[in-house]
């Protein structure tokens, strides 16, 4: 890819990253964003374009990139460190041990996302609290919004996704998803465009037929067939017609007659 497309290709993501924080407010004066970086392709995406969203928005804001070495066996840690210090970024390290927790309460051969996912977002959250953050920014695409919607839908038995904002339930942070408006195969393009140092999560990605791989499967096989079937389904999730729904509570709630 040469320069040229590649430029073209940010400001496309960069667009989609403002019109995000114009419709959802996710960014606002004097934030503290502590960006979490695991490492892998949407999390250095999000950096790299946070860091330009500093340059174009009317105010002032910060970040801060933090990495959560979870005791993964050969996570290369210092792969995220010696980048972060070369750009200037500044960050913070933190070591906690969930790999043995994960390993010993999951059987082999099951999903550990879940109970790694639970884990790493409470200490996430702590770690944001003590860095005075006044937003915690993670780095889930339009595809992740989408697949979460299916599999909640098809295994969960409810309408419900990842919003691109959202408050945690103890109230102590607000939680943004910057690439909300992004499609992954851009966020892929861009990142080996851009030559960031991937480091992959090692302790699920070796984890075959994740109902999540199945639901990408099933939403790459529709694109392909139909290309506006992303952008459908995410205007979907912005069109609610509750009267057409069968959430009694909910019609309850808005004033409509049982």
């Known amino acids: 890819m040469n320069a040229t497309d590649t430029d073209a290709l940010e400001r496309r ?78 960050h913070r390290m933190v070591s906690k041990d969930t790999y043995a927790v994960v390993t010993e309460k999951i059987p082999e051969g099951k999903t550990y996302c879940s109970l790694c996912s639970r884990l790493r977002r409470g200490i996430l959250y702590d770690v944001a609290v003590d860095l005075g953050c006044t937003k915690i920014a993670l780095g889930h695409h339009r595809d992740d919004i989408l697949h979460t919607a299916l599999l909640n839908l098809f295994f969960g038995g409810k309408l419900a996704t990842m919003p691109p904002k959202v408050y945690s339930d103890d109230g102590r942070n607000t939680v943004i998803r910057p690439l909300a408006l992004c499609d992954e195969d851009d966020i892929a393009t861009y990142a080996a465009a851009k030559q960031f140092p991937i480091v992959p999560c090692d302790l699920c990605g070796s984890q075959d037929n994740l109902q999540r791989q199945q639901m990408k499967a099933l939403l790459n096989g529709l694109a392909a067939e139909n290309p506006r079937i992303k952008g459908n389904m995410m205007a979907a999730l912005g069109n609610v017609n509750v009267s057409h729904l069968l959430d009694l509570d909910l019609r309850a709630r808005v004033g409509l007659p049982d």
């Open 13 to 90: 993501l960069l667009r989609h990253v403002q019109r995000a924080s114009k419709q959802f407010r996710l960014f606002e004066p004097n934030d503290r964003i502590m960006v979490c970086l695991s490492g892998g392709k949407d999390s250095w995406a999000m950096l790299h374009l946070l860091r330009l969203m500093q340059t174009v928005v009317p105010f002032e804001m910060s970040l801060v990139a933090v990495n959560l070495d979870q005791g993964h066996p050969g996570f290369p840690a210092h792969v995220i460190s010696d980048y972060l210090v070369e750009h200037g970024y500044e």
